[in-house]
C-alpha cells in the first residue's frame, strides 16, 4: 500500500479528531487528500509529531488527537514512546506510515528495514495497543477500534517507498497555527 493511499484510508474514518501530521511528504499528500481547519501540517520539527500530539492529548482529554508520523521522525525521538506509554492518554491514536525510508529527504533506509519492530519497541515502552497492518482493510478495523476505544492506540502501518506528486501545502506556518488554535478553543 502506498502512503497516500494510507492516509486516504484514514482520512475516511476521521470527523472532528484533531490531526497532528508528520512533517514532508506526508503533511503535503494529507494537504491534498482533504484539508481541513483540525489539521495541523508540520513543517518543521522533526522527530516532534508525536511529542505534540500528546501535549494535545492530555490538554484536550474529550477530544481524539490523531498523530500521523513516520517511521524516520519517530526513530528521531524514540523516547517518546517512554513518556507516551506512562502518560497513556485514552484519546490518543499514533499512527505511524513506515515505509522503512527517510521518504521525504531520498529513500535514506532507517532501522524499520533492519532488526527494529516499532510496534514491539511501542510494547517494551509499555503501549499495550500496539498492533502492525499491512493492507487497507486490517488499516481501516484497527483505525475504527482506536477511534471508537477509549484507550491509547498505536497502529504501525507498512506502505510502500514513494512520494505521491502533490503541490507544497499553501498555507504560512502562522495560518495553520491560528486555524488549528481555532479548532482547540471549540475543545473547551
Known amino acids: 500500500m502506498k502512503r497516500?493511499?494510507?492516509?486516504?484510508?484514514?482520512v475516511e474514518e476521521l470527523t472532528d479528531e484533531l490531526v497532528v501530521c508528520n512533517l514532508g511528504y506526508p503533511c503535503r499528500e494529507l494537504f491534498a487528500i482533504k484539508d481541513s481547519p483540525t489539521h495541523f501540517y508540520m513543517l518543521g520539527s522533526m522527530g516532534l509529531a508525536s511529542s505534540i500530539g500528546?501535549?494535545?492529548?492530555?490538554a484536550l482529554p474529550k477530544r481524539k488527537i490523531i498523530v500521523l508520523d513516520g517511521d524516520g521522525?519517530?526513530?528521531?525521538?524514540?523516547?517518546?514512546?517512554?513518556?507516551?506509554?506512562?502518560?497513556?492518554?485514552?484519546?490518543l491514536v499514533l499512527v505511524v506510515l513506515d515505509n522503512e525510508a527517510h521518504g521525504?529527504?531520498?529513500?535514506?533506509?532507517?532501522?524499520?528495514?533492519?532488526?527494529?519492530?516499532?510496534e514491539r519497541v511501542a510494547k517494551g515502552a509499555g503501549i499495550a495497543n500496539s498492533?502492525?497492518?499491512?493492507?487497507?482493510?486490517?488499516?481501516?478495523?484497527?483505525l475504527k477500534k482506536a477511534l471508537r476505544d477509549k484507550?491509547?492506540?498505536?497502529?504501525?502501518?507498512?506502505?510502500?517507498?514513494?512520494?505521491?506528486?502533490?503541490?507544497?501545502?499553501?498555507?504560512?506556518?502562522?495560518?495553520?497555527?491560528?486555524?488549528?488554535?481555532?479548532?482547540?478553543?471549540?475543545?473547551k
Open 4 to 10: 497516500f493511499d494510507a492516509i486516504k484510508s484514514i
Open 54 to 58: 500528546l501535549g494535545l492529548a492530555l
Open 73 to 91: 521522525s519517530l526513530l528521531m525521538n524514540l523516547g517518546s514512546f517512554a513518556t507516551i506509554a506512562n502518560q497513556n492518554p485514552s484519546n
Open 104 to 118: 521525504s529527504t531520498g529513500f535514506q533506509p532507517t532501522a524499520t528495514g533492519g532488526l527494529t519492530d516499532l
Open 131 to 142: 498492533i502492525t497492518v499491512k493492507n487497507k482493510k486490517n488499516l481501516k478495523n484497527s
Open 151 to 187: 484507550q491509547m492506540h498505536l497502529i504501525v502501518v507498512k506502505i510502500e517507498k514513494g512520494n505521491a506528486n502533490v503541490p507544497h501545502v499553501n498555507l504560512s506556518p502562522i495560518e495553520i497555527k491560528n486555524r488549528f488554535i481555532n479548532e482547540i478553543k471549540k475543545s
